[in-house]
């Protein structure tokens, strides 16, 4: 049965057309959403995105420290548990980040929750950052390649996140 349409007129579920393919965020800017377990990440792309992140986890403590009223208003049950949510949040990244990186270095991801661990986690970090991926495939092939636009963003985003923050606290 043919399906009547205007002149012009795209119909994406015709015959002999492909059906319309879902936006993917990964797609437009590889190596850089922190949403995936799945896949590897070199020693580049885990420095750049760790650094990414803990600047935004950073700022926004900062942040939250200068513009937070007196010791005595602040212990509320309320702002323990904002505050608990946001560590959580914003370490997220880095925990997944870790993830692959322990992937591509052969190793089982659940050793990033070492990261969430204070002292073991600076520990964690730099051997992640100092040591050779495996060149081999491993059960998570999923080597991600980072495009040159990504590697110049992620500095641009570090270097705007602190600006930032110290354009707006400035006294």
Known sequence: MHRP???GFHDPVAPGHSSPQAFELRRVLPGYWFDSLAGRESRLD??????????FYYAALWATTITA????DALTIKAGLLGIWWVVISLQPLVLHGTRRLHDLGQ?????LMLLVPGANLLLTVVLAMQPGESSDTEH???GSTSGAVLVLKPLLILATWVGFFYVFRQ
């Open 69 to 72: 009223p007196a010791l005595e």
């Open 46 to 55: 885990f420095c750049l995105n760790a650094t990414l992140a803990l600047s």
């Open 5 to 7: 349409t205007a002149p």
């Open 108 to 112: 089982a991801g659940l050793w990033s």
């Open 141 to 143: 092939d999923e080597q």
